[in-house]
């Protein structure tokens, strides 16, 4: 049974930091892409951010570029997400998801995503 379980966020000033964790389970991680997606309230899903399988190449949506830091421990089967200079715009549930088809770059469909972990930028 694949299961993915985010962890790490919270109430953070804006301007401030936080690293989110992706446990994953259930199937080869270290054969499969990755994306860490979000929703804000009343938005749709965005993609935030992704990463091959083996951690070389990587994607940013440009509303994170520069301030966000995807990466992966294919030894550990974990995801992380740094974010940094945080917006209030960030405040949203974050997600981790696993790409659909192994070995495929880029990525463009998921088959299964975590419960989320909430993200809140306010003063």
């Known amino acids: 049974e694949v299961q993915l379980v985010e962890s790490g966020g919270g109430l953070v000033q804006p301007g401030g930091s936080l690293s989110l964790s992706c446990a994953a389970s259930?199937?080869?991680?270290?054969?499969?892409?990755m994306i860490w997606v979000r929703q804000a309230p009343g938005k749709g899903l965005e993609w935030v951010s992704r990463?091959?399988?083996?951690?070389?190449?990587?994607y940013y949506a440009d509303s994170v570029k520069g301030r966000f830091t995807i990466s992966r421990d294919n030894a550990k089967n974990t995801l992380h997400l740094q974010l940094n200079s945080l917006k209030t715009e960030d405040t949203a549930m974050y997600y981790c998801?696993?790409?659909?088809?192994?070995?495929?770059?880029?990525?463009?469909?998921?088959?299964?995503r975590g419960q989320g972990t909430q993200v809140t930028v306010s003063s």
């Open positions: 990463i091959n399988s083996g951690g070389s190449f990587t």
């Open positions: 259930g199937f080869a991680f270290s054969s499969y892409a």
């Open positions: 998801a696993k790409g659909r088809y192994a070995g495929t770059w880029p990525i463009t469909s998921y088959d299964y």
